[in-house]
Each structure stands twice: as C-alpha cells, then as structure tokens.
C-alpha cells in the first residue's frame, strides 16, 4: 500500500506542477495578468503544450513507486523498471506530439512497435499462444510471436489514444481494466504483474484528481500511450507466465477500446472512404456526448453545458468497459465463455453505435433534467 501511495503521491506533484506550467504560459500568451481566476480559457488552452502532459504525472507516480521498491524487492521491482525503460519511445514520441502537433502518425506508430519489441527483449516475454489449436503451432516460430507482441501492443497503444477524448474516460478505463489485471495477478500468484498494475492505479489516481470532472489538466498521446502500453505488456506477461490464464481474456478486458479501435478503422476505410488513420469525432464517447448528455446542463452558458456534459461522459464509457471487464474477471480461465463474450460485447457495442447515430437510443440511456418545482422558475 505505501508503494501505491508514494505512485499517487508523486503522479500528483508533478501533475500540479505541469498544470501550473499549463496555465502560467497561457496567461503569458494571452496577457492575462497573475492571479486571474481560472475561467474557461484554461481548458481551451490545455489543447496543447503543457496542458496536455499530463502523461508526465503518471510516468513519475510509476518511476517513483517502482525505485522505491528496488529497496524492498529488487527482483520484482527491477522487472518492471526495465519494462518503463521500453516505454520510453513510444511516451517520448506523444509527449513531442503533444508539444509541437508535428509528429506524424507513421513516426509514432513505429515508436510503439520499438517500445513493444524493447519489452520483449529486455523481459525475453511474447505471446506464445492464441487458445485456438490450429494457430497456436504458428506461435512456436519466433517470428510469428515477436510479429503478433508488437501487433498486439501498437494496437492497444492506439486504441487508448482513440478513446482520450473527454475528462477521465482513458484514465478511468485504464485503472478498471489494471483492477482486473491485479485481480487474476492475484489468482495466479504473479506478483510482477500484481506490483505493476497496483502502482499504474496509483499514478493514474494522482493524475486524474486534476483531470476528472474539471478538465484542469489532460492525459495527452504521450500519457495515452503510456497507458496502452503498460497494459498490453502487462496482459502478454501474464498469459505467457500464467498457462491456466486463457489468452482469450485480454480480449474480453479490453473489448471496449478494442472494438472502439477495429469499428473506427472500419467506419473510416470503408463507410467514409478516408485514411483509417484520419482524426474524426464521429467515436462512440463523441456521439454520448452530443445526443445523450450535452443539454443536460441547463441554459446556464455554453461553456459551463460544455463542462457538465464532458464530465458526465465518461461515466457512461466506465459502465461499458465494465460490463467486458466484469466477465473477463469471473472466467478468466474459461476460454469458450470468453471467446463468446467478446462476441456479445462487439455486438452490443455495434447495436448501441447504430441506435445512437440514427437518433433511436431508448429513453432509459438518457439523463433527464428534473422538471423544476411548483416555487422554481424554469
């Protein structure tokens, strides 16, 4: 528990300290004096530079709690230090995105591929089986496993970079799908991977004290990234050490930033004609925002309906990562169960996208504004 909490600790201190930067140069920008009370130009200011480094808090809380634990358990500790060390160029490659916006896709693509063949080497770990017989001959060629990691790491990288789109909703998906890491980590006795997932809970908390509701400071492709990554090595190590844990429950865990990922490529290459790689704000969490929730705020202003719709966005997405997580938990070991959940789970995801674009959601999705009383004026 004290690991965890110097995580926390330090995820937040520096997380302060970005988020003072973020608002000091944009004060100086705009040529607002010192002192000004933080109104709505902080969060437009936060689209860029420091405001979105919030990645630098996490990675501190997980550098931090990991050297810390050198003195306790090296061996463990250790381990998971050589894995930040991978992480290195796929979180440097975001945070340069972050700052300048110049980074092009490909570049940052092939960081994540650099940072998932790097934590292979270091910790000598891939995926060595798919629980399906005929392919999993495929997996004893080394060049087939290493192809597949990386694959496999890239694509969670940018799947978390998908969903980063509103206040705590990266954050919130990443610590509930860590919780079920930790929890089969648990099960199986695999303390390297219950140590690294307990600690990136930690640092995701100090971070998201500033970013969930307010906005005040956000997570950024590099913070995203990081995530991503960290999770994706974690499920590789953990189904590589752990024979009983099915390789179909990474699948289930993460079926919500995963079908989020493979449904954008798909509604870009082929419903668009574009890029599967063009930015679009046509995403699930996108369409929550504008059809579900964003009037519920009320008259009051567009930047305060703005603010109460982005906060309670997220919440929405929470419920839905839990509904893959939940099952992944309970049959962790039980591979048909989850090979059929992740069915279910794309169908429902595919279901809930079509109702809400075509205006159809049933009436129980929506929040409601309580009507005003008989003494309030509506």
Same mark, same amino acid.
């Given at each position: ?69 050198? /003195?306790?358990?090296? $061996?463990?500790?250790?381990? %998971? !230090?050589? *894995?930040?060390?991978? =992480?290195?160029?796929? #979180?440097?490659? &975001? ?40 392919l999993d001959v495929a997996f ?25 789109? /509103?206040?705590?909703? $990266?954050?919130?998906?990443? %610590? !509930?799908? *860590?919780?079920?890491? =930790?929890?089969?980590? #648990?099960?199986? &006795? ?151 959940g992740c069915i279910v789970f ?33």
């Amino acid at each position: 528990m004290a690991f965890i909490l110097a995580a926390l600790a330090a995820a937040l201190v520096v997380t302060l300290f970005v988020m003072r930067r973020s608002f000091a140069d944009s004060r100086l920008q705009q040529g607002i004096p010192p002192g000004t009370r933080l109104t709505a130009w902080t969060r437009e200011a936060n689209l860029k530079g420091w405001g979105r480094a919030g990645g630098l808090g996490v990675a501190a809380g997980l550098l931090l709690s990991l050297a810390l634990r050198l /003195f306790d358990d090296s $061996a463990i500790a250790g381990t %998971s !230090l050589w *894995l930040l060390l991978a =992480a290195t160029p796929v #979180f440097v490659a &975001g945070l340069a995105d972050d700052f300048t916006q110049r980074v092009r896709p490909s570049l940052r693509l092939v960081a994540a591929f650099v940072s998932a063949l790097l934590a292979g080497l270091f910790l000598d770990t891939w995926v060595n089986r798919i629980d399906v017989p005929a392919l999993d001959v495929a997996f004893a060629i080394p060049a087939v496993a290493i192809a597949f990691s990386c694959l496999m790491v890239a694509g969670l990288v940018n799947a978390f970079n998908i969903i980063d789109g /509103f206040n705590g909703l $990266a954050g919130g998906v990443a %610590s !509930l799908i *860590l919780v079920g890491i =930790a929890y089969v980590a #648990f099960k199986v &006795g695999d303390l390297v991977v219950l140590t690294a997932s307990l600690t990136a809970i930690g640092a995701i908390a100090g971070f998201m004290l500033f970013n969930f509701p307010r906005g005040l400071i956000y997570l950024g492709d590099g913070g995203a990234y990081l995530l991503g990554f960290w999770i994706g090595e974690l499920l590789i190590m953990l189904v590589a050490r752990n024979p009983q844990v099915s390789a179909w429950f990474p699948a289930l865990l993460c079926s919500y930033p995963v079908c989020e990922m493979l449904f954008s490529i798909y509604r870009r290459a082929f419903v668009r004609r574009s890029h599967p790689g063009a930015p679009d704000i046509a995403h699930l969490h996108h369409l929550i925002y504008k059809r579900l929730v964003r009037w519920l705020a009320g008259p009051s202003g567009m930047q305060v309906r703005h603010e109460h719709g982005n906060a309670l966005t997220s919440p929405y997405l929470w419920i839905l990562t839990s509904i893959g997580v939940g099952p992944a938990v309970v049959f962790w070991q039980k591979t048909l169960v989850l090979q059929i959940g992740c069915i279910v789970f794309a169908a429902a995801y595919v279901y809930a996208y079509v109702r809400i674009v075509r205006f159809r959601s049933p009436r129980w999705w929506s929040l409601r504004r309580t009507p005003p009383g008989p003494t309030e004026k509506p």
